[in-house]
């Protein structure tokens, strides 16, 4: 097929039918949402039967209610490993179909069995596999069809769906949970996601063997500092270097913060400014605006900067932020608030476009599907802070 002069048609629609797979497996993001609805609080105790639209179901700990989240992260992250290998080997339609059945049986059979053990199963074990095979099946499909100086930019949009997601399911799932019930948001949900991830996966495809992705339309722009590999690293060889153990390291440290926020969100807000309580649910819709847009900016910049660069960067204002935040929260400062939370959703989110694009720039485009599936390690790692969050 030989390099084309510019990219085609057919690599924005992959990248926009990616983005939509993603804005369903995001579900995860707005969990807060159910987590406010599921815990005791300080009008109940665990164990305690609910009544209404909810009966059947009982309250359960903080700990108890970020268990879901956290095994359902890890599963993701563990899940990526076989999606990716799906992915490199026939395709990423076959691993998104298994995504959307898997992501909407499991949030039927959580809202069905309506008990923590059904929560486990379903949203934690079934919802995890399904985000795995159907991450690992958008991202690396996407990613081929463009060369290296718009790898950052082109993994931003991809997984922007995944972190913006929380911007229509967090209202949605509130108003659904006040409407229906538990049980009710947990089957619409489930439903709706098969259905859209099924459908969307139907437009992802693979280039030809033989395509060559067009380069930069100017000398300016290669002169970006941007390396890329010029091998294609196996998975096996890649787990003989020390830039492997350094990049799941690195997803370790840029994750657990934001992931430690994103479980804790609503109820953040409300133990900040009670007042704000019925309004909680904006804080996660805002962090989902900030989670996406962080990946788009992100990747832009470190397309011009270098990944390094954009990840000190957005490291070191995190940090700032992050310790800010107990010293917020205490002054009841609901607007602060909004802006070290931000600010952790933004680094957060830029770091998932910058490791997909880091782990091609070392090791080459054509195993990326198994290659970042390995590196995602050190995000399902990751997930265990918030769950440590919770028995602190």
Request: hydrophobic content about 50%.
């Given at each position: 097929m030989g390099q084309p002069t510019r990219v085609p048609a057919q690599a924005w629609i992959v990248t926009g039918a990616g983005t939509v797979v993603n804005l369903c497996l995001g579900i995860l993001y707005a969990w807060s949402v159910?987590?406010?609805?599921?815990?005791?609080?300080?009008?109940?105790?665990?164990?305690?039967?609910?009544?209404?639209?909810?009966?059947?179901?009982?309250?359960?700990?903080?700990?108890?209610?970020?268990?879901?989240?956290?095994?359902?992260?890890?599963?993701?992250?563990?899940?990526?490993?076989?999606?990716?290998?799906?992915?490199?080997?026939?395709?990423?339609?076959?691993?998104?179909?298994?995504?959307?059945?898997?992501?909407?049986?499991?949030?039927?059979?959580?809202?069905?069995?309506?008990?923590?053990?059904?929560?486990?199963?379903?949203?934690?074990?079934?919802?995890?596999?399904?985000?795995?095979?159907?991450?690992?099946?958008?991202?690396?499909?996407?990613?081929?069809?463009?060369?290296?100086?718009?790898?950052?930019?082109?993994?931003?949009?991809?997984?922007?769906?995944?972190?913006?997601?929380?911007?229509?399911?967090?209202?949605?799932?509130?108003?659904?949970?006040?409407?229906?019930?538990?049980?009710?948001?947990?089957?619409?949900?489930?439903?709706?996601?098969?259905?859209?991830?099924?459908?969307?996966?139907?437009?992802?495809?693979?280039?030809?063997?033989?395509?060559?992705?067009?380069?930069?339309?100017?000398?300016?722009?290669?002169?970006?500092?941007?390396?890329?590999?010029?091998?294609?690293?196996?998975?096996?060889?890649?787990?003989?270097?020390?830039?492997?153990?350094?990049?799941?390291?690195?997803?370790?440290?840029?994750?657990?913060?934001?992931?430690?926020?994103?479980?804790?969100?609503?109820p953040m807000l409300k133990e900040t400014s009670p007042a704000s309580a019925q309004f909680a649910w904006i804080l996660a819709s805002f962090g989902g605006l900030v989670n996406a847009s962080g990946r788009i900016g992100t990747g832009m910049y470190s397309d011009r900067v270098g990944r390094a660069n954009a990840y000190a960067l957005n490291g070191i204002v995190s940090v700032i932020c992050l310790l800010a935040t107990p010293w917020v929260m205490a002054q009841g400062q609901a607007v602060l608030l909004f802006v070290v939370v931000g600010v952790a959703f933004w680094q957060y989110g830029g770091s998932l476009s910058l490791m997909p694009a880091f782990t091609a720039d070392f090791f080459g485009s054509k195993n990326l599907g198994l290659n970042y599936g390995l590196v995602f390690l050190g995000w399902g790692f990751a997930f265990f802070v918030p769950q440590l969050a919770g028995y602190i």
């Amino acid at each position: 097929m030989g390099q084309p002069t510019r990219v085609p048609a057919q690599a924005w629609i992959v990248t926009g039918a990616g983005t939509v797979v993603n804005l369903c497996l995001g579900i995860l993001y707005a969990w807060s949402v159910w987590k406010a609805n599921l815990i005791a609080g300080s009008e109940h105790r665990p164990g305690e039967p609910m009544t209404g639209l909810n009966a059947g179901w009982h309250y359960l700990s903080d700990a108890q209610a970020t268990w879901e989240y956290a095994i359902c992260g890890f599963v993701f992250a563990l899940f990526m490993i076989p999606g990716g290998r799906l992915q490199d080997r026939y395709g990423p339609r076959v691993g998104a179909t298994l995504a959307g059945l898997c992501l909407g049986s499991g949030c039927i059979l959580a809202g069905v069995m309506k008990s923590y053990l059904g929560m486990i199963l379903g949203f934690g074990l079934l919802g995890g596999i399904g985000m795995g095979l159907g991450y690992a099946a958008a991202t690396p499909a996407a990613v081929k069809w463009f060369g290296p100086h718009r790898r950052g930019l082109i993994v931003g949009l991809v997984v922007a769906g995944y972190g913006g997601a929380s911007i229509y399911i967090a209202p949605l799932a509130k108003y659904l949970i006040g409407a229906y019930g538990l049980t009710g948001s947990f089957v619409i949900l489930g439903v709706l996601f098969a259905a859209v991830i099924i459908l969307a996966g139907r437009f992802l495809a693979m280039p030809p063997a033989d395509y060559v992705p067009p380069g930069p339309a100017s000398a300016a722009t290669a002169t970006r500092p941007v390396v890329s590999a010029t091998v294609d690293w196996s998975a096996r060889a890649m787990l003989c270097t020390w830039q492997f153990y350094a990049l799941v390291l690195l997803f370790i440290a840029s994750a657990q913060s934001g992931l430690l926020v994103i479980a804790n969100a609503v109820p953040m807000l409300k133990e900040t400014s009670p007042a704000s309580a019925q309004f909680a649910w904006i804080l996660a819709s805002f962090g989902g605006l900030v989670n996406a847009s962080g990946r788009i900016g992100t990747g832009m910049y470190s397309d011009r900067v270098g990944r390094a660069n954009a990840y000190a960067l957005n490291g070191i204002v995190s940090v700032i932020c992050l310790l800010a935040t107990p010293w917020v929260m205490a002054q009841g400062q609901a607007v602060l608030l909004f802006v070290v939370v931000g600010v952790a959703f933004w680094q957060y989110g830029g770091s998932l476009s910058l490791m997909p694009a880091f782990t091609a720039d070392f090791f080459g485009s054509k195993n990326l599907g198994l290659n970042y599936g390995l590196v995602f390690l050190g995000w399902g790692f990751a997930f265990f802070v918030p769950q440590l969050a919770g028995y602190i």
